[in-house]
């Protein structure tokens, strides 16, 4: 998810200016953080928030599937959509800038939700001794 996002960025191809993780550290901190911090901590935030969500979907979900990934990828969108985006003020669902933000970030977070169930199913089946078809 986060290669995809910082490929649309720098293509030019994104609906927004900047990835949403350096936008929120902006937002926290100030633009007086020289620029190599700025991004060592949104890259950091980001990276751990999908982490941190990642364990917890192998400790709540059993077994994991694609299907729990993509359902933790459509949580976590909505959330950012109704909390993060108002927060830059950027509007819900990102509609004070385009509503591409959404529909965008939609198909990024069933990208993070998918892999990281795909993921968690094959290291979980491979452990257990299952074929990958049955842990379905």
Known sequence: ??????????????????????AVVTQLFGSYLPKPMLMAFAIGLHLGYGGVFGAILAWIARPVTIRNGLALGIGLWALMQVTFLPFLGWGLFGTAITPAIAVAMFVLHLV??????????RELSSMSGESPTTAD
Request: charged share 5%.
């Open 1 to 22: 998810m986060s290669i995809l996002m910082f490929l649309a960025v720098v293509s030019g191809t994104s609906p927004m200016s900047q990835p949403i993780p350096k």
């Open 112 to 121: 993070y939700g998918g892999v990281l169930g795909w993921a968690l199913d």
